[in-house]
């Protein structure tokens, strides 16, 4: 490819990138302020100009207004500097095929150079990154074996090991991850992995280097369940259209128990979005809601405001919708507890990071309590309570987190590991943002819980003193271990066969939405799913998207109270 044209853009605007590598292959040298870029090589195989140069605006905040075709950029590189970017240009000149999906970055005010692997934009381009179809058909699955260890529940990618994981995705100047943070003044090792535009990952295991690939790989999810990753082939109809047959009856999900101003009040002939899922339980495709299917997407009418619950990463897609599946179990054991004011068995644990959570929750003034959750659904669950002792000082008073998964000891250090976090965060939190923690505010919301609104209202207004009474259900006892299920171990898709078979005797359907980004399937070789199980109790925040009517499995001991769940 010696025929390769050097263009120098020492000024442009945005609009201007899109036909650059059209008329033949192109490297261009663009110039914005004291940064220089070289590349990505333009001849029709890799990442288009304008993905790369939106993705470095993205990283930059969203005070750059890189929707703006008009937005002019220009520079020019210091004189000195010369030789370098001469030296540059002539490294990607000898080998253009390496440098398709890559930038090289001059920063001439300190003469710092970096090397940046930039993918198509997250919605697609029609020119390096066109989306798959979103159909029927798309969505069908073949059912296959996916053996791992017994024991693991993970199955081998080489694609992750070592730091390729977070080589391909931590990048200050482009993204998609472009901050890798560790906490470092709490009890466990924690790592926060932040999204380019917001949204973040989050790790916190006994050490950093695996609570940053938690991190990492929890980033992927939330980047996989804002959008679709599918060509918009979106089906716009309502379900008295569409009929139960090819598409999930919202009434299913649980619809608001109080009037919201976040959601179209539920009618059958109302149209909306929906997309494609594969109903595990039916063995074939059918329509979902597409603002159910993906948390970040709000597009025209929605009736119910979803979270991420049920979201789920995996080295294929059976893995992750049985991640995503465990993840509806343990938030439908928390809230069926809660709401239900059941007492749980209390657990016992020798496992050494539990024990040093305890420990220092101990020195803070709150004693460490592990419930068995597990209920119906046959995963098994854990309730972590960080119950301030008695004496020891008042506000807050409670925190609450949970853990869930086969592997029990593993699901035991996570509720604890959870909790503890919780504490130690509440603390900071309390010093920076005190607002939160205004005492008449809670007050106010222990009164009329309609008021309460966000995630930190659930638990604030539930660590108040005056609502020691909402915890006394849960009464610590001598402990017994939590005892993990005789379940298929050593195939997923027969594990995965198990609990649909398990649910579906309990009335509820497991339906999934394959969320993969393609980008990260062809490099990592990772999937994402949203597992949508109908009947499940969902997680809500804000009282007034809370959803317990309709919901037959779930019994209610009065009225509901606001659920502490961080």
Known sequence: ???????????????????????????????????????????????????????????????????????????????????????????????????????LALRSDLGAVGEHRVRPRPEGCARCGPLPE???????????????????????????????????????????????????????????????????????????????????????????????????TVVEASFAELGPDRALDPVRLGLPDLESPHVTPYRPDVRIRWVHGWSYTRGRAVAVPEHVAYWGRAIGPRFVDETSNGCGTGNSLTEAVLHGLFEVAERDAFLTAWYGRVPLPSLRSDDGLTAHVADRLEQVGYRLELYDATNDLGVPSVLSLARRVEGRGGFPCAFYAAGAGL????????????????????????????????????????????????????????????????????????????????????????????????????????????????????????????????GAVPMTFGEVNRRTGGIPRLRLSGPPLPHPFP
């Open 1 to 103: 490819m010696s025929d390769v044209e050097v263009v120098e853009l020492t000024g442009y605007a945005l609009g201007e990138l899109e036909r650059l590598g059209v008329d033949g292959p192109v490297l261009p040298v663009r110039f914005d302020g004291a940064l220089v870029l070289v590349g990505p090589v333009l001849d029709g195989s890799g990442v288009c100009l304008r993905c790369a140069e939106d993705a470095r605006l993205a990283a930059l905040g969203a005070v750059v207004p890189r929707a703006d075709p008009a937005m002019r950029v220009g520079g020019l590189v210091v004189p000195a500097l010369r030789p370098v970017l001469d030296a540059l240009v002539e490294r990607v000149l000898a080998d253009p095929g390496a440098h398709r999906d890559r930038v």
């Open 134 to 232: 979103d159909s029927a058909e798309a969505a069908s699955v073949v059912r296959a074996p996916v053996p791992v260890e017994p024991g693991s529940l993970r199955g081998e990618n080489a694609a992750t090991a070592g730091d390729s994981v977070r080589r391909e995705l931590f990048d200050l100047r482009h993204g998609p991850v472009g901050g890798l943070h560790r906490i470092g003044d709490l009890v466990v090792a924690a790592v926060s992995a932040e999204l380019v535009g917001g949204q973040a990952g989050f790790g916190r295991t006994g050490d950093y280097e695996h609570a940053e690939r938690v991190a990492l790989f929890e980033a992927v999810e939330r980047h996989a369940g804002l959008r679709p990753r599918r060509v918009t």
């Open 407 to 534: 592997d029990v000891e593993a699901a035991v250090r996570a509720a604890a590991a959870e909790v503890v976090m919780d504490v130690e965060a509440g603390a900071k939190r309390y010093r920076s943002e005190p607002g939160d923690y205004e005492l008449e505010r809670l007050r106010r919301m222990l009164r009329e819980p309609r008021l309460v609104r966000t995630m930190d209202d659930h638990v604030n207004v539930n660590a108040l003193p005056e609502a020691l009474g909402r915890h006394d259900f849960l009464v610590p006892g001598p402990g017994r271990e939590l005892v993990a299920p005789d379940v298929p171990s050593g195939d997923l898709d027969a594990l995965l066969e198990h609990y649909v078979r398990r649910w579906e005797a309990l009335g509820l359907e497991v339906i999934a939405v394959d969320q993969s980004d393609p980008v990260v399937r062809e490099r990592l070789g990772l999937c994402s799913a949203k597992v949508i199980v109908p």
